[in-house]
Nanobody
Framework: VQLQASGGGLVQAGGSLRLSCAAS????????LGWFRQAPGKEREFVAA????????KYADSVKGRFTISRDNAKNTVYLQMNSLKPEDTAVYYC????????????????WGQGTQVTVSS
């Protein structure tokens, strides 16, 4: 199984980025997908997740209303649209996969991508 995250970069506060995570080696439509992030010196934290068919999503309070998670099962890809970015959103962003339903705990996810750096300047 491989999860390949991309789309990170440097952006000014208030700007937008869209992260993508392409999956291979698994039955993508059976998996819930999550985005997590880890800032230097901090633990990895939940950002957003979407269930296997896209009918349910969940967000961390810190990103609610600014970030949108979506998926395209035909392309085996999950996206994270990030708007109104803040300096505190700076982190390495990881995508992860687990069967079917949404959870927010990192320990519940079976597969992880390599991470993509997002840096928001003030």
């Amino acid at each position: 199984v491989q999860l390949q995250a991309s789309g990170g970069g440097l952006v000014q506060a208030g700007g937008s980025l869209r992260l993508s995570c392409a999956a291979s080696g698994l039955t993508f439509s059976s998996y819930a997908l999550g985005w997590f992030r880890q800032a230097p010196g901090k633990e990895r934290e939940f950002v957003a997740a979407i269930n296997w068919n896209g009918s349910s999503t969940k967000y961390a309070d810190s990103v609610k209303g600014r970030f949108t998670i979506s998926r395209d099962n035909a392309k085996n890809t999950v996206y994270l649209q990030m708007n109104s970015l803040k300096p505190e959103d700076t982190a390495v962003y990881y995508c992860a996969a687990k069967l079917y339903s949404i959870v927010t705990m990192t320990s519940q996810y079976n597969y992880w991508g390599q991470g993509t750096q997002v840096t928001v300047s003030s």
